[in-house]
């Protein structure tokens, strides 16, 4: 079992919502349990996916190497491409894009010839601004748009790092047309041909030989791959688990409202008692010596993968208000087979995959509303990979880095920034 306190609790999952307390004989404490309406519509029916690759000259330094090494994006895109037209039936459409979107005229394989070779990179630099603009004005229903890129930001003349504003602010522009948007970006690093790299000052122009990291292999070069569409039909894709890992995940307006959950009878201690039937927890008494502990069950068979990785994650879950730290604590249970009495009927029943255990060491009852919350906490890597120069450093320091990636990642934040608790829970004390 992994522990953490219930201050952790607030954020991602727990569609628990609404829990009443209402006070009873004694210092007996009920809470019922409400969950909330779905407010989420059905799985999205995927009907096409518009796959874009960026073309601009930077990206060939991911394919074109002067000696062997990890060039992980010539293995990358041709893998997505086959794994989505095998499970959406070849419905992946290829464009090139430098600014605006061009079909690719040949057959997939020859994609993949051109890709590995670099003869379909190398065009001039890419105002990812219109990338972004372009493609997600694209969108529509039951469609998906994937874009692989280095998101390294370029307003050619215009100072990036001052002016870096300008990006963020025709993206969001973009975002804003759209409804029920949501986007997920996926972090991959790769070996990289030096040649290939311009810095903020474009140092070297078309001379390569001149150019700041020339004749040198960057390691640990950072590419994307982003998801774009509606939420659910971006949840839908997300749903085969073809992308990664929540370590080199970020997810943008993509809550999660399907999950269900049910009291369990069993695994529970001290002074408790519960009722299924009318999904309340009566809690008589409880102290440190003799905790108050009920257990939760959570059924989230069809959500990514991602999303069970971050519900694992103690450092996710919060509540308010802080001081509620010193009288109750979670519990997150991996393996319930050391229990001795488990509510199997009940698991079984509603196909419970994931458990949490409340645990109360005290009762307060002048706390009249304890506010749970399960959101999104962004994976080490989105904090760190941004850059504000990228002159005259080292190859080093550029390990892991992006210039200027904030400038795209802030229109999302700002498209999304009311819309980031994946689940929410409240208990509220009613008094009779």
């Known amino acids: 079992m992994k522990c953490i306190n219930f201050s952790l609790l607030c954020k991602y999952f727990l569609l628990l919502s609404c829990l009443s307390l209402v006070s009873c004989k004694n210092n007996d404490i ?3 349990v409400v969950m909330p309406p779905n407010s989420e519509e059905g799985k999205a029916r995927i009907t096409n996916i518009d796959f874009f690759i960026e073309t601009s000259v930077s990206m060939k330094g ?12 010539k293995e990358v895109t041709p893998f997505l491409i086959t794994d989505l037209n095998t499970k959406y039936n070849n419905s992946v459409q290829i464009y090139t894009i430098t600014d605006s979107p061009e079909k690719y005229p040949k057959s997939n394989d020859e994609f993949v010839q051109d890709l590995r070779s670099g003869q379909i990179l190398g065009g001039k630099s890419s105002q990812l601004q219109h990338v972004f603009g372009s ?10 748009s994937i874009l692989v890129t280095d998101c390294i930001v370029d307003l050619g003349k215009i100072n990036t790092r001052t002016e870096s504003s300008l990006v963020t602010q025709k993206i969001y522009k973009h975002l804003t047309r759209k409804k029920n948007f949501g986007a997920a970006v996926f972090q991959y690093e790769s070996d990289f041909n030096g040649d290939h790299y311009y810095d903020m000052k474009n140092t070297g122009g078309k001379n390569i030989k001149k150019h700041p990291y020339y004749n040198t292999v960057l390691h640990k070069r950072p590419f994307y791959v982003w998801v774009f569409g509606e939420k659910e039909a971006v949840k839908e894709v997300l749903s085969n688990n073809i992308f990664g890992t929540y370590t080199n995940s970020y997810f943008f307006n993509l ?8 009291i369990l009878e069993n695994p529970k201690q001290g002074k408790v008692a519960i009722n299924q039937e009318k999904e309340t927890v ?24 991602y999303y069970h990785e971050q519900f694992e994650d103690l450092n996710n879950f919060q509540i308010t208000p802080k001081y509620i730290k010193g009288i109750a604590s979670l519990k997150i249970i991996t393996d319930l087979s050391n229990e001795k009495k488990v509510d199997n009927s009940t698991i079984s029943k509603h196909k419970l995959s994931h458990f949490i255990q409340v645990q109360f060491s005290n009762v307060d009852k002048d706390i009249n509303q304890i506010n749970i919350q399960l959101t999104q906490d962004a994976a080490k890597w989105f ?15 550029l390990e892991g880095k992006t210039f200027a990636f904030k400038c795209i990642t802030d229109a999302f934040e700002r498209y999304s920034k009311d819309k980031k608790e994946l689940l ?4 509220t004390k009613i008094n009779k």
Do not use: C, M, W
Not at 424 to 427: G, K, R
């Open 30 to 32: 009920r809470y019922k």
């Open 62 to 73: 991911y394919v074109n190497a002067n000696e062997s090494g990890n060039y992980s994006l």
């Open 135 to 144: 493609i997600i004005d694209s969108v529509q229903p039951n469609s998906v």
């Open 255 to 262: 809550p999660i409202h399907e999950v269900s959950f049910k």
């Open 282 to 305: 009566l809690i008589r008494e409880a102290s440190e010596k003799r905790p108050a502990i009920f257990t939760l069950g959570f059924n989230l068979n069809e959500v990514p993968k």
């Open 383 to 397: 904090d760190t990979v941004h850059l504000d120069e990228d002159f005259k450093i080292t190859a080093q320091e």
């Open 424 to 427: 929410n829970v409240q208990l």
